[in-house]
């Protein structure tokens, strides 16, 4: 039986809690903290380490798996979690780091110390407020998708028989054959991604490799993906922003 | 007799107090005449003022030149008559005749009397004269008098017209408002001025009243003397010629300079101290004139985001916060502030903000559960169906902003936590659905919702033609049943109401709204 991948949580507030709770389906959770007084809910479900940030804290065998291992950047204070980003990317290159940052300001400052992706509280929030009184229905149909179990999917799938589109551009390719899904965008081997009718989809033709992401229902996107290729699980040391 | 006349005068308040039409007219004079936030105020103000500059008009140019008939006739009754008419209907408006006799009645009903028909007359009078007695009141009443133009110098009245433009320019109000605030210091620079003055005046008199060289001969030029002299006017009419006039001259020049500057500075801070509350006034007019708008309670980091979102589609904000900082922040943001407590409910008397017509949304955005369910409850409370959305801290209040009528929840904490399960699973799907939330990217996802129109010309999906507008049909939300149908099948029915859910490049949307919306292209 495969190993369940790790997650460490750097931090004890309630966003890290509840990244917690999200996540531990998939990985085994693992809480550092400053202080050994520091309650975490639920304290009996998760291993609680303690860190000093101006200190040598590195207990490195519980970073060297970076294939398996995820670290979640959560403490309050910005400049701490900058400095606590650096820290890791200075000494693990290949550690996938996730931080979330109050503002824009913070934002930039977490990719410049090596962040693989940030997530800014305000501006999600915001964007989710805005969502919600201007596009409704988008919203909710969009947050069934991504968020609760709805029988809608996303699914990013790997091209493998790129010559059955005989050079076709996606842009131009009749998705409708497909019954059920919904074709939303291209990702190209380079990382960049395109919507299916941007100009660039319109002068590209499809490579074996290419991923497609598309919306429908879980049998339709298997049915999809026989036809196109393989869903693609991506690796996150795969993934740059 | 007096017993009938009583009856007779209860039994006519009681019905014009019952009758509608009545009611209604009452309710229309009054908003023209004492309104300012009645949107037609401002024609009736415009076309009085109107009236006002045509009377000055031909009383200027009556002096050397003879007036065209016609134009003295409307001058002098037309006119005066309109003017007639506004006073009575100002008389009439202010002060209500039939709430003085009802009360009355019904007051001497529960101590078992017969009415008090003189004590009633008494209180109307009163009332009536109370309104008279206002200065504003007795200018109309002397813009009238030109009415009688026989009189030759009843003519003259037809200065009061002029004064009668302080009633119909507001900026005006507010200078009487700004000079009352300093009151005990302007009677005190003008008893010092006063003073200063008869001191001067009989000094000069006495000195110079006897000097055949002078031409202060009586007491009245000595008065003249010093007020010209005192303002720091100096005409040079009349000049002292002895020593001690002209020392007495050097008193009141320099008392004159720290007179000016006394009430220079008196009418700078008055200004100054009352220069935000105008500021706010104007504001809440501008508010007012305001058709749809949001209504964010508390300036907050996210309130700061979601503004951003809003002025990107160009949307009416106004923010109300309790910190005095964080309003002004606001301000030199661009944002309409006013400093007012969320909580609040003489907050929304003052805004003079209709739920109804003008809130599109409330949303509560103070970082502070507490906050955001006393303004959520405060707003509930004045409306039942505005849309509220709030912010929660902690979600053991959740139910508690349920219970204060909050629509829409959001717990930012419980988003992130979404996110970011997503984001570890399916990175780049999560990446694409972001995308187009994203106010940066050029693709979005929009609503269209089905007209009529729309659903006559295009009455099923294989019609719409999307493909050819580069747009991606995700589903249709079906107004019967309210259910989403992704993906649908080209002969499903659309319906007035329903909305399709695109995803393109927002020109091409537009473009394909557009296309929806031309009867005559489709027709071709």
Wanted: hydrophobic share 45%; proline share 2%; net charge neutral.
């Amino acid at each position: 039986m495969q190993n369940k991948k790790r997650a460490l949580i750097f931090g004890s507030n309630k966003y890290a809690i509840e990244i917690a709770n999200s996540v531990q389906s998939i990985y085994d959770i693992e809480f550092f903290v400053t202080d050994e007084k520091e309650e975490i809910e639920f304290s009996g479900r998760y291993v609680k380490n303690i860190f000093d940030l101006s200190d040598d804290w590195y207990n490195v065998e519980k970073f060297e798996d970076t294939e398996n291992t995820i670290v979640f950047c959560v403490l309050d204070e910005e400049a701490e979690n900058v400095f606590l980003a650096i820290s890791l990317r200075s000494n693990f290159k290949d550690l996938v780091l996730v931080a979330i940052a109050a503002n824009k300001e913070s934002v930039s400052k977490l990719k410049m110390a090596g962040v693989n992706k940030v997530i800014p509280i305000e501006q999600t929030t915001a964007e989710i407020i805005s969502d919600i009184i201007h596009n409704p229905i988008a919203s909710k149909v969009l947050h069934g998708i991504l968020y609760e179990k709805s029988d809608l999917k996303l699914a990013q799938i790997e091209v493998e028989n790129a010559e059955m589109f005989d050079g076709e551009f996606p842009a131009d390719i009749d998705w409708s054959r497909y019954q059920g899904v919904v074709v939303l965008s291209i990702m190209h081997k380079d990382l960049t991604t395109e919507f299916i009718y941007s100009s660039k989809a319109k002068r590209t033709p499809l490579k074996n490799g290419d991923m497609i992401i598309v919306v429908g229902y879980e049998a339709d996107i298997a049915e999809f993906e026989k036809q196109i290729g393989r869903r693609k699980y991506v690796n996150w040391s795969d993934w740059s922003w | 007799m007096q017993h009938f006349f009583s009856r007779l005068l209860i039994s006519l308040a009681y019905r014009l107090r019952s009758s509608q039409s009545y009611q209604k007219r009452r309710r229309f004079f009054y908003n023209l005449l004492e309104n300012d936030n009645y949107k037609y105020k401002k024609y009736f103000d415009f076309f009085m003022i109107f009236l006002i500059f045509v009377s000055v008009f031909v009383l200027i140019r009556e002096v050397h030149h003879h007036v065209n008939d016609a134009l003295m006739f409307v001058n002098n009754y037309v006119i005066s008559f309109i003017f007639l008419v506004e006073y009575l209907l100002r008389l009439w408006v202010n002060g209500s005749v039939t709430k003085i006799i009802i009360e009355q009645d019904e007051h001497d009903a529960m101590l078992g009397r017969e009415f008090q028909l003189k004590k009633a007359l008494s209180k109307i009078v009163k009332m009536k004269l109370s309104y008279m007695a206002q200065p504003k009141a007795i200018v109309d009443l002397l813009a009238i008098m030109p009415f009688f133009h026989e009189l030759r110098l009843l003519r003259l009245f037809v200065l009061f017209r002029v004064f009668k433009l302080f009633r119909y320019t507001k900026s005006f109000t507010g200078l009487v408002s700004v000079l009352a605030s300093k009151k005990f210091e302007f009677f005190t620079l003008f008893l010092f001025t006063s003073i200063v003055i008869f001191v001067s005046s009989v000094l000069i008199y006495v000195i110079e009243g006897n000097n055949p060289n002078s031409n202060i001969q009586n007491f009245f030029s000595a008065i003249y003397w010093s007020v010209v002299t005192l303002s720091t006017v100096g005409f040079g009419d009349i000049t002292p010629v002895s020593e001690e006039g002209r020392f007495v001259t050097i008193f009141i020049i320099i008392s004159g300079v720290g007179v000016l500057s006394f009430f220079t500075s008196l009418i700078v801070s008055a200004f100054n101290e009352r220069l935000d509350e105008f500021k706010e006034a104007k504001t809440i007019e501008n508010i007012a004139k305001l058709k749809r708008f949001y209504l964010i309670c508390g300036y907050s980091s996210i309130a700061k985001e979601v503004i951003k979102e809003y002025k990107f589609r160009n949307k009416a904000i106004v923010v109300i916060d309790s910190d005095f900082g964080r309003v002004e922040e606001a301000k030199k943001e661009g944002v309409t502030a006013l400093h007012l407590k969320p909580g609040s409910m003489e907050s929304y008397e003052r805004l003079h903000v209709d739920f109804k017509k003008q809130v599109h949304v409330v949303l509560c955005l103070q970082q502070d559960d507490v906050e955001n369910v006393y303004t959520a409850l405060t707003i509930r409370s004045l409306d039942k169906h505005v849309r509220i959305l709030s912010l929660l801290m902690n979600d053991i209040n959740r139910k508690k902003l349920q219970f204060a009528g909050v629509n829409d929840i959001i717990y930012p904490q419980e988003l992130i936590g979404m996110i970011t399960k997503e984001l570890v699973g399916q990175p780049v799907a999560f990446e694409a659905i972001h995308a187009l939330r994203s106010e940066n990217s050029s693709v979005k996802i929009d609503e269209i919702i089905i007209t009529e129109a729309m659903a006559q010309n295009y009455p099923y999906v294989g019609d719409l033609g999307n493909k050819r507008f580069r747009i991606v049909l995700l589903g249709v939300y079906k107004k019967r049943g309210e259910r989403f149908w992704f993906n649908p099948i080209d002969s499903t029915l659309l319906e007035a109401g329903d909305i399709l859910l695109v995803i393109g490049y927002m020109p091409f949307i537009k473009e394909f709204e557009k296309h929806l919306m031309s009867r005559d292209e489709h027709a071709k």
